[in-house]
Antibody
């Protein structure tokens, strides 16, 4: 059974840093694209970034709002995905979800989601 | 960036009603559209991918259609557990984008 479990959220002051982790199980981690999606309180979903699979060298893409401040990485040995967040702003306050990308017939979807980790940026 | 605009943003309906939610893309995305359902305090779940393919385990009262720039999600007969927020998403190009959401409430 597929599981994604985020951790590392919390309260951080503006300008601070935080690293989220997503521990996965139940599938071959290196075969899948992985994403971070966030949701500000009472708002909609916003894609944060993506780590492609091993065949694509784990290359990354980012939303413009976080590019240069956030970094996505993986540790295959720990079956874990990470989101390093630097220079945090109040508008980064959100629940952060780790998602598994899945391709079927040439079409992508996020077929599994973690439970989410709340990041609050406030002084 | 490809913008996705959902309509309506809010929908009030009764159990047994047929409802349709529309998602319009700012430029053509062929059939690469996904619909998600999100209940309060929970992570979203896939309902439909590739515009019209029902995800495994999703009840058949959910259906999707469309291509290019206009897509629809239809629920043929609303059940109590369907009252939630629905989002469309495209992953044709970067950045990946979501619609703003449609909140479906009980009348």
């Amino acid at each position: 059974e597929v599981h994604l479990v985020e951790s590392g959220g919390g309260l951080v002051p503006p300008g601070g840093s935080l690293r989220l982790s997503c521990a996965v199980s139940g599938f071959t981690f290196s075969d899948h694209y992985m994403n971070w999606v966030r949701q500000a309180p009472g708002k909609g979903l916003e894609w944060v970034g993506r780590s492609r699979n091993k065949d694509n060298s784990y290359s990354t893409e980012y939303a413009a709002s976080v590019k240069g401040r956030f970094t996505i990485s993986r540790d295959e040995s720990k079956n874990s995905l990470y989101l390093q967040m630097n220079n945090l702003k109040t508008e980064d306050t959100a629940v952060y979800y780790c998602t598994r990308g899945y391709r079927s017939g040439g079409h992508d979807m996020e077929d599994y989601w973690g439970q989410g980790s709340l990041v609050t940026v406030s002084s | 960036d490809i913008q996705l605009t959902q309509s309506p943003s809010f929908l009030s309906a009764s159990v047994g009603d047929r409802v349709t939610i529309t998602c319009r893309a700012s430029r053509g995305i062929s059939g690469s559209l996904v619909w998600y359902q999100q209940k309060p305090g929970k992570a979203p779940q896939v309902l439909i991918y590739a515009a019209s393919t029902l995800q495994s385990g999703v009840p058949s009262r959910f259906g999707g259609s469309g291509s290019g720039t206009e897509f629809t999600l239809t629920i043929s007969s609303l059940q109590p557990e369907d009252f939630a927020t629905y989002y469309c998403q495209q992953a044709t190009g970067y950045p990946i984008t979501f619609g703003q959401g449609t909140r479906l409430e009980i009348k």
